[in-house]
């Protein structure tokens, strides 16, 4: 880590829609692996020895980090990564080593998750638990992926940074040398510096975002308790990522500071700097690691790895786009009473009453279903009125362990109550069941298109077909909702 502070503003963490009925989509994400202790000492074992062959140390400018980066290039080539030496050449010490990039093939190149650590030392020392422990740990990740070749929803990318103890440099580089394109691929960046300090605590950077939560699931399902890193904040190269608006995390072990009583009381040790040997001679291999901490340190970043870009994607068995009439019938049990505003399949015009009531695009293609697609004179020329407006789907065989997902929108004005609704229900052999609903409120609600994933795990081998339903059940209010993209995946 380096002894720069670089104040940057954290990049805002990614908000889930607010409704809490939102399911999680149907991708199962596969378990992730137990990453071998013995290897990442092996790798911090090999760090020091190049460090005793070039002088002492590894930093950036040096022979030693030079083998460092053959080291690294090596294992990850001959595991089968695209692997690239990166030359920084702006914003570095004169003479300094590059970066090492690997990318795995596969997953989608518009979803891309990078795990980083710095791999320069100081010029005082090897530079093992700063940072040939991240390194460590993040290239036995990388070789543990090649090893298993795990379905890939996501894209990943293993980054080696040169020049950190010197500012950032590496990192600030490539981050700031991404077209804009590019950086809008990348979907979170995880930084591991210092993840082995002897009287270590346990760290996460940014642990309220949600990579954050991510790695703070493994720590809480062992038991471990977790605190945000604050003494690490804006000194090592997920700052570099922060300050181009890419959403970052990590784990840190500690560096200088104490450790307080409650620390010591939580985690053990005692009340003295977390590494004692930060940025000195003595931080060296096997002394100055802790085996616990850098082992739970691994298991952390494969669990948030494998959570967030591996998994079994689903099969689409039944969909449409809405884009070609296939079947949906209005009103099919004869029953609605709505006066205005019935659901039909078309292209939507966009109304606006204090914000969007009617959206005037669709999640995909032309057109959806909506009710009251024409915008006419006012807001409230068409939107529901009078009652409930119902439209049903075609049947649909549903397979076992089958989900239904589509986009949806409810929005209505302040003079709605929770009388009004958007329903979403199966009809079975057994009758009809509710899925979902969400409710009206004496508020205005924007139209936003939101997605919803419901179990049809109870209707496997059935004949079944999907009910969706709108309601102005309050006095003259202005109700509108849309449906598109609907789905049964299994």
């Known amino acids: 880590m380096a002894g720069i502070a670089v104040l ?95 990318d795995w093939p596969g997953g989608d190149p518009n979803q891309v998750y990078i795990l980083g650590a710095h791999l320069d030392s100081v010029t005082a020392g090897p530079g093992i638990n700063d940072n040939a422990s991240g390194s460590a740990t993040v290239l036995e990740i990388a070789l543990t992926l090649a090893a298993q070749k795990p379905s890939l929803l996501a894209h ?95 784990v840190a072990a500690g560096a200088s500071r104490v450790k307080t009583a409650a620390q010591v009381a939580k985690w053990g040790g005692t009340a003295t700097a977390f590494d004692p040997c930060y940025h000195r001679a003595c931080d060296t291999y096997p002394s100055n690691v802790s085996d616990t901490v850098v082992d739970r340190a691994g298991d952390a970043a494969a669990y948030a790895l494998w959570t967030l870009a591996t998994g079994t994607p689903p099969i689409v068995v039944w969909s449409d786009d809405l884009e070609s009439a296939t079947g949906w019938t209005v009103n099919p049990s004869g029953t609605d009473t709505a006066t205005l505003g019935a659901w039909e399949r078309g292209d939507p015009e966009q109304t606006t009453s204090s914000g969007t009531k009617q959206l005037g ?15 006419g004179s006012g807001a409230g020329s068409y939107d529901v009125d009078g009652g409930v407006t119902s439209v049903r789907s075609p049947a649909i065989t549903v397979p076992a362990n089958a989900s239904l997902s589509m986009s949806w929108y409810l929005a209505h004005g302040s003079n709605s109550s929770s009388a009004d609704f958007f329903r979403v229900s199966v009809v079975h052999s057994g009758g009809s069941t509710v899925l979902f609903t969400q409710a009206g409120a004496a508020s205005n609600r924007d139209a936003a298109w939101g997605t919803g994933s419901w179990s049809l795990a109870a209707y496997s081998g059935q004949s079944v077909r999907v009910l969706i339903e709108a309601a102005d059940a309050s006095t003259a209010s202005l109700v509108e909702a849309g449906v598109d993209d609907v789905r049964v995946t299994a």
Not at 187 to 197: E, I, L, P, R, T
Not at 238 to 245: E, L, R, T
Not at 364 to 372: E, H
Request: glycine share 12%; with cysteine; aromatic share 8%.
């Open 361 to 375: 695009t669709t999640t995909s293609g032309v057109n959806g279903l909506v009710t009251g697609r024409l915008a």
């Open 156 to 250: 990943v990318r293993f980054a080696f940074w040169t020049d950190e103890e010197q500012g950032l440099n590496g990192s600030e580089f490539y981050a700031n040398s991404l077209p804009a394109a590019e950086r809008a691929r990348i979907k979170g960046y995880f930084n591991f510096d210092m993840v082995g300090s002897i009287n270590g605590g346990y760290f996460i950077n940014r642990i309220t975002s949600g990579l954050g939560q991510t790695l703070k699931a493994y720590y809480d399902s062992i038991g471990v308790q977790t605190e945000e890193n604050t003494e690490g904040a804006g000194r090592s190269d997920d700052a570099s990522f922060n300050a181009i608006g890419v959403q970052t995390s990590g």
């Open 8 to 102: 940057v503003a954290p990049a805002a963490a990614s908000a889930a829609p607010a409704d809490a009925s939102r399911a999680p989509a149907s991708v199962v994400a596969l378990a992730a692996p137990d990453i071998s202790l013995a290897n990442q000492k092996a790798h911090m074992q090999q760090f020091q020895a190049i460090a005793n062959a070039n002088g002492g140390n590894r930093r950036s400018t040096t022979a030693g980090y030079t083998a460092s980066v053959t080291y690294v290039f090596d294992k990850l080539a001959a595991a089968g990564y695209s692997v690239v030496r990166q030359n920084c050449t702006s914003g570095c010490t004169s003479g300094a080593g590059p970066n090492v990039i690997a």
